[in-house]
């Protein structure tokens, strides 16, 4: 099993880019999570999805989309990046209720230049 | 708003001595509290949860102490080892909201 993976690990972004980060999970999670974690701010949560088809949004939503077309796959849109996007972000998922213990990914670590 | 208050934002423990977490909440519907544990470069991974029908749980070296008058809850780490030195998350959730994660605080066990 390889739980939740991320791609890529790293990446430099120029302003006003576009770029999409990808989530897997291999444990047939029906909940899955985007957070950003910025230094001393803890984990803050940008999207989050119940199931294929369903999303909604979390606390920090502007400047990002994203879609559930699968149990699997889970990324998120950045159109145009801004030096504010700047962050380490995290994917991870959970079996069957928010409740239940998140699983997360290794994380990537984006910069916008 | 900030739902989770933790504190301290670092905490340097001697080895073989006792680091504690403090967080505090202020929504009476949480009912599920966890904490996670963050190596770095790596993703947070559960450590230790507890509801609020109880006022303590131990695994191992870790126990949480849950204050539910207070609305407080802390994690112990007994016997802290430089293996520790993490940052440390404190978590609550409710049926309506998403899980809300403290700030985090980043300890250093030192030898």
């Known amino acids: 099993n390889a739980g939740v993976t991320q791609t890529p690990k790293f990446r430099i972004l120029k302003i006003g880019q576009s770029m999409t980060l990808q989530c897997t999970q291999d444990m047939n999670h029906n909940y899955m999570y985007w957070y950003r974690q910025d230094p001393g701010m803890g984990l803050k949560l940008i999207y989050y999805?119940?199931?294929?088809?369903?999303?909604d949004k979390g606390e920090v939503p502007n400047g990002y989309n994203v879609s559930r077309s699968t149990t699997e796959d889970f990324p998120l849109r950045l159109e145009l990046a801004a030096p504010s996007q700047t962050s380490v972000y995290f994917c991870?998922?959970?079996?069957?209720?928010?409740?239940?213990?998140?699983?997360f990914g290794p994380g990537t670590r984006l910069t916008v230049l | 708003q900030q739902q989770v208050k933790q504190s301290p934002q670092s905490l340097i423990v001697q080895k073989g001595g006792i680091s504690i977490i403090n967080c505090a909440y202020e929504?009476?519907?949480?009912?599920?509290f966890p904490w996670y544990q963050q190596f770095p470069g790596k993703g947070p991974a559960l450590l230790i949860a507890?509801?609020?029908?109880?006022s303590e749980k131990k695994e191992g070296r870790f126990t949480i102490s849950f204050n539910k008058s207070a609305k407080q809850f802390s994690l112990h780490i007994m016997d802290s080892q430089p293996g520790d030195s993490a940052t440390y998350f404190c978590?609550?959730?409710?049926?309506?909201?998403?899980?809300?994660f403290g700030k985090g605080t980043r300890l250093s066990v030192i030898a």
């Open positions: 978590a609550a959730y409710s049926g309506n909201t998403p899980l809300v």
């Open positions: 999805s119940v199931g294929a088809g369903i999303t």
């Open positions: 991870a998922s959970s079996y069957s209720s928010r409740s239940d213990t998140q699983y």
């Open positions: 507890i509801r609020p029908d109880v």
């Open positions: 929504n009476t519907a949480f009912d599920y």
